[in-house]
Structure formats: C-alpha cells, structure tokens
C-alpha cells in the first residue's frame, strides 16, 4: 500500500504561533515515531507511540511539544509558541510492531520554519 | 545512553568504486541492532543494511555490506561498484532490542563522480 504520508511537506509560521504537523503511517502498523532533524545533523528521537499510547517520550524537548494518537493509526505533533530554534524537518517513521526486528518506514517529512 | 559516531562528514567516490563509510558506537546494552540509512536529497529515510549484534556474520544485500566488530563498537559500510544513484546521506543508526528509540549519526554525505 502506500507509504508513511506527512502534512504539511513545509510550514512557515512565525515565532509564538501554534502549529499541527500530521502524519499518516502505513495501514496496520502499531508503532508510530516522531524525530526531529536540524540541518547538517542525524535524526533526533521525540516520542514513539505503541498503538494509542506513548510508549517513549523521553525525547520532547519542554512542554511545547505534545503529540497525540487518538485511534492508534495518525498522529499529530503539536507545537505550541514556537521558536525560531524549533526551525527543523519533523521526520515520523512506522513499523509494525515496534521492535529493533521491524524495519522502519520514514515519510518525507516536514520542514517546519519559524520566522 | 547510546551515543553513535560518523566521523566522515563527506566523502567521495568514483563510479564503480569501492566505498567504505566508518560509524562507532557507545553501549553497555548486548542486545541490539544497527542499521544504516540512506537518505538523498528528497528526504526519505531508506533503510539500506541491519545487523543483529549477536551475530557474528556480516550483514550483506546485494553491493552493500557491513563489518561488524562488536569489541570494538565498529559497523563500517562498504558500498561495491558504486553508482550515482548512491549519492545521498547515509546515517548510521542504533537500537536496543526491544525498544522503539533509534539513536542517528550526524551522518555521512556521500558523493559518486562519474
């Protein structure tokens, strides 16, 4: 079927605004992964859901980062007063079960740019 | 907490050419896997090798393949007659056996000449 879909492929928003960025995983994968990529640097962790739940979300940086999945197959990480530090390609990944032997399937991201 | 190193920010090869792309990691875990991804310029992250880290045999698919050495938390990449399709990023990636987290290299930008 088709792969891990995300939208807005690019937002522009300026600094204290609100933003949604959704994610689309591939149909019948549990786990669902939130990274943050700045340029020049490799993907950093954010959250990673199990079905509904957070299963890990060691990785949100303060308490303006909020993810949700509601009925365990979209997600959307949310963003509140952002910051121009925030500026970054937001990177969501599936599998479908949520372990190391379940190859991650990455969507084309969003460049998230905060003026 | 796992730490993975790429220290090759950029290299470069001649098409049909051997490439070999170094990664070193820090764990205390011994269950685990590593991976390398690639990642060109439209974005997507693609899967390109993984390694179980109780096994002794490399990993290989196809022009790609790996060398593990568990001892010494080394997992190089080399790249067998090297295309241009295979200019992009290529970012060495860590995972505890069943944990959801995957902890990147900076990455490795990797130019084919023809």
């Known amino acids: 079927g088709a792969g891990v879909s995300q939208t807005p492929s690019n937002k522009v928003t300026e600094k204290g605004k609100y933003v949604e960025l959704r994610c689309d995983p591939i149909s019948g994968h549990t786990a669902l992964y939130w990274y943050r990529q700045s340029l020049g640097q490799g993907p950093e962790f954010l959250i990673y859901?199990?079905?509904?739940?957070?299963?890990?979300d060691s990785g949100l940086p303060n308490d303006r980062f909020f993810a949700v999945r509601p009925e365990g197959s979209v997600s959307t990480l949310k963003i509140q007063r952002t910051e121009r530090g925030d500026s970054a390609v937001y990177l969501c990944?599936?599998?479908?079960?949520?372990?190391?032997?379940?190859?991650?399937?990455f969507g084309n991201g969003t460049r998230l740019t905060v003026t | 907490a796992q730490t993975v190193t790429q220290s090759q920010p950029e290299m470069s090869v001649q098409e049909a050419e051997t490439v070999t792309l170094s990664c070193t990691y820090d764990?205390?875990?011994?269950?685990?896997?590593l991976f390398w991804y690639k990642q060109p310029p439209s974005r997507q992250m693609i899967l390109v090798i993984r390694?179980?880290?109780?096994?002794?045999q490399n990993a290989t698919e196809n022009r790609f393949s790996v060398n593990f050495q568990k001892a010494a938390k080394s997992f190089s990449l080399k790249i067998s007659d090297s295309q241009l399709g295979d200019t992009a990023m290529y970012f060495c990636a860590f995972m505890k056996q069943d944990a959801g987290k995957s902890t990147f290299g900076d990455g490795t930008t990797l130019t084919v000449k023809p």
């Open positions: 764990t205390s875990e011994n269950n685990y896997y």
């Open positions: 390694q179980e880290a109780y096994k002794q």
């Open positions: 859901f199990q079905g509904t739940g957070a299963a890990d």
């Open positions: 990944a599936s599998s479908f079960l949520g372990r190391a032997d379940s190859p991650l399937h």
